[in-house]
């Protein structure tokens, strides 16, 4: 384990069986159809990677196809404040497109509800979440939520989440520990 975590969360197994059955679970739902994944950068990168090859390997009949958008909220390093600024737009356009907006956490939910507003002003034939983990009670935007995990109120890293863009590259999700960004 990182010396800067306090505890594992996810090890690298349970997350794979997680990410298997949401999988499963748009397999079900979108039986069929197309589907345009939107990754978030860059937390939700690692997660893309994984769910493009689960829906692979589920061998269904959804046909996943890929963007990403990158935004920058405001905010501290540990909390945002709602308001997001646009960095990368999606390259195409989403009208009468299934729409799945992948991220990697929910916390005050603030930055899911401005990405909800913005895509669904772009007129989706439907607009859904997937969220690898929730915190406790974040605002949830109205529409659908394919959820991960639901985590306690603490500071995760790993699976694409960082701190001051450090520890995205950690195979597990965890704690970090509070005297790291203390210190910075
Ligand atoms: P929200 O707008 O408060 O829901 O914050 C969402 C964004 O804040 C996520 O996409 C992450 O980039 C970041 N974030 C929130 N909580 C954590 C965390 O525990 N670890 C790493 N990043 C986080
Ligand atoms: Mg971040």
Redesign the pocket.
Known sequence: MHDDVEKVLFTPEQIAARVSELADDIERDYAGEEVLLVG?LK?AFVLMADLARALFLAEGTVRPRFDFMAVS?YGSATR?S?VVRILKDLDGDIADRHVLLV??????????QYLVRNLRARKPASLAVLTMLS?PE?MKPDVEVYEGFHIPDV???GYG???AQRYRDLPYIGVLREEVYGRS
């Open positions: 978030i937390g909220s945002s709602g991220e990697d956490i929910l916390d005050s939910g603030l930055t899911l915190k974040p500071f995760v890293v989440l960082d701190y």
